[in-house]
């Protein structure tokens, strides 16, 4: 065990082990502490997808103007339960503001930097961790029922284009089921991403990154971290159980929990939690050939090496509540109709936890309140995909060399002017 380690990185989901990596990779001595064990919160269950080509924020014009149909719908694409409601209003007034179409913008090209960072940096960190042979090259399909919808995202994918991420449309049921047969043929257009990579299954991924931690030497321990301290050189963690953690720098990546923590700190970061729900059916369910998104309905379709993933949608629900696993159940009943030849049987619901701020944009950067604390948390929908970059910048960070993305649009205080 490490008397003090140089880092000393809180959450054990696919960042903070990724950081992990890429700190020891740099010569430094690492410990990791969660609060349950790796890969048990959203690294766990998501839909396994590297969604490089996704850089337009969901904090947007077109969420605000869809958000009122979809919250109709209890079951929908989008659910606030009405004893959250008030709770939520101070993020969503936040959400409108990012909305603003010169923010969208900004907010645009700052996404598309990190993720092409992240597609540059994750097949040398997959081989460098051992993990290169789990990646998967297939693609994602986005169907519509419309034409409307099918040339709304045309026009999303232009925008992909422009930062250099590739597509390419399809019209016609013929078309799409030379990608992936067995669709219903409601959905008579589509786009096919080539910039769409996918993970064989999420939460062995994560584990192997674990393993593979520990067979360097790097300890993994499990507790609740209630606060941190910040020292004159270094900052202490302080755990439920009453231990104390010790490092010269501290990396919060504790996902959804990360902002109680450092509230510790003095700051107060806008966080909230995207309830997101899936069912994983077993191998041999339906012949998925790609990642298919049915982005009207606000769920996707995903091939894992364990089964096929029916999931998604957004619940703002926080962490506390209930989960309402009729919201798994209603996607599933549609992924039926979207492809009638699926096997509906044996499933295993789950409910997980993903941390999005009000912009869309992770924090990645050096507390204000604490300059041994560095900030790695609130990659939303898309924490897999930005993990390699997120990693490599974090890495910079604690080495104290020049990162090699500008981070002033992730810089953790950027909401205290906001209102």
Known sequence: MI???????????VIGLSIAHAAVARGLSVEVVDRTG????????????????????????ETLLASPRWLLDPLGPLAIPPRYALRIAPWMARFACASLPHRVSAATDAQAGLMRLARATLEPFMAMTGTLHMLRKTGQLQVHETVR??????RAREEATHYGFGWRPLVGCDAIAEVQPGLSPRFAHATFTEDWWAISDPKLYVLALAEALEAKGTRIGEGEVRGIVAGVNGA????????ALSAGQIVLAAGAHSHRIARSLGDRIPLETERGYNTTLPPGAFDLRCHITFAAHGFVASPLSTGIRIGGAVELGGLDLPPNYARSRAMLAKAKAFLPAL??????????FRPSLPDSLPMIGRSANAPDVIHAFGHGHVGLTQSSATASLVA???TRQNPSLDLSPFDPGRFRSVP
């Open 3 to 13: 008397a003090r380690p140089d880092v000393l990185v809180i959450g054990a989901g």
């Open 38 to 61: 790796p890969a048990t919160g959203a690294s766990a269950g998501n839909a396994g997808g590297f969604a490089f080509a996704e850089v337009h924020p969901l904090a947007s014009p």
């Open 149 to 154: 919808s099918f040339e709304a995202d045309c």
């Open 236 to 243: 202490t963690a302080n755990l439920a159980d009453g231990r």
């Open 343 to 352: 096997r509906t049987e044996g499933g295993t619901e789950w409910m997980g």
């Open 396 to 398: 910079e960070l604690l």
